[in-house]
Every structure is written in C-alpha cells, then in structure tokens.
C-alpha cells in the first residue's frame, strides 16, 4: 500500500508569490489534514478535508486555503507568502474506521525568500 | 479535545528504558490515547494506542492507570535512533468532527552514547 505523497519536496518562493502544495492520501482515506510546522510554534494545525468537505480549520489567515477532489486528493494554497510562511508543510491521512491514526507524508519544506 | 500536558524535554543513555509521561485530566469517556514519534524534518509516525491498562507493541509500551488521566509511554533500551520528539494526543477514536488531531509541543528525547 503506498504512503501519503506529497509534492514538491522542496520550494522556495518569493515575498507575494502564491504556492500551491499537493498530498495524495492513502487509498481509501478519505480525511486529509495539513499541518504547519517551524521551530517556533512547532506543529500547528491549519485544517482537515473529508470527502471534499472541510470539516475542520486552524487558526490560520485566510490566505491559507485549500481544497480536497473527488479522489481525496488534497491541494492546499498559501498567497501574498510572507517571510513567515517558511516551514515544513505536512500533509497527514487517515481513515474513518481508525480516526487517530493518521499517516503523515514526508512534507514540503517551503522557503520564502 | 483533552488538552495534554508532558515534560518539554528528556536526556537518555543507549541501553536505558524511557518512560514519557503524559497528563490528560480531562479526559473523555471515549477518548484513545495514542502517541507518535517525530524525526527532524520528517512527518510525525503513528507508535501505538491504548484506552486502559497496557498495550505492547514491538516498539514501545504504554501504561494507562484506571483513572485514565495520565498514561505513559514505555521505550525499552533505548539507542540513539530513538532520538526524537514524541506526541501525546487523546480523541475520539471513531470518526466525526471531534477527529480533528491536536499536536502539543511533544517531548524531545535525546539519546546518548
């Protein structure tokens, strides 16, 4: 079974870009949740996506968007980056029968110069 | 979600068993405890999950007193790729919008020669 994949690995964008992140699910999971981590403020949740539903938000600016397709695919979107955006963005699944299980991709280090 | 509360930080040497300890006094009847494992720059890894009294797995351990408002997780001889933070999360186990997952600022382990 493969794992939650998320793409790029690596991006480095500039002051006022936008970015657009990706994260395919395990097969069958159907809830994503994307999450923000840096040194300071260590893991922090920004919001999950079940059945193309978002069913759960963080405390983040509406900058930070996303959507979830019929496949359970999610894509999330971040514009007008700021200095501050740079972090490891993770991407995690799970699955309706074993809620608290959540499989975690390997994540996008975004870079914001 | 029960809020959790553990120790910021922990030092080992390799061969020694790690207890974590985790405080969740609020609880909820249908609340699971699970812990995960993080290496730097990497997503957050499932290790095990109970509701009371133990849970072995072949990676770790964890105590759940009859009062379930703490657990602790159990690393038998440790070696230096234990070397991680590890998270402390209780929730509903089943589905729903209560599945949303918080992560603490977790416990750095460091493991020494």
């Known amino acids: 079974k493969a794992g939650v994949t998320q793409t790029p690995r690596y991006l480095i964008k500039t002051r006022g870009q936008q970015v657009t992140l990706s994260c395919s699910p395990i097969s069958g999971h159907r809830s994503v949740s994307w999450y923000q981590q840096t040194p300071g403020q260590g893991l922090q949740f920004l919001f999950e996506y079940f059945s193309e539903t978002q069913r759960n938000k963080g405390n983040f600016p509406g900058r930070f968007s996303g959507r979830q397709f019929s496949n359970s695919r999610s894509e999330m979107n971040v514009s007008t980056l700021e200095l501050g955006d740079s972090a490891l963005y993770l991407c995690a699944s799970r699955s309706v029968e074993k809620n608290t299980e959540a499989f975690f991709g390997q994540g996008t280090r975004l870079t914001v110069v | 979600l029960a809020k959790t509360t553990q120790p910021i930080s922990m030092d080992s040497y390799e061969g020694q068993e790690v207890n974590i300890t985790c405080s969740h006094n609020?609880?909820?009847?249908?609340?699971?405890i699970t812990w995960y494992q993080q290496f730097p720059s990497q997503g957050p890894r499932f290790i095990i999950q109970?509701?009371?009294t133990k849970v072995t797995n072949e990676v770790a351990s964890l105590f759940i007193p009859a009062d379930r408002k703490s657990s602790t997780l159990s690393l038998p001889r440790v070696s230096l790729s234990d070397t991680a933070v590890y998270y402390c999360l209780v929730g509903d186990q089943y589905g729903g919008s209560q599945g949303n997952l918080i992560f603490g600022k977790g416990t750095k382990l460091s493991v020494k020669p």
């Open positions: 109970g509701y009371k």
């Open positions: 609020n609880i909820a009847t249908n609340d699971y």
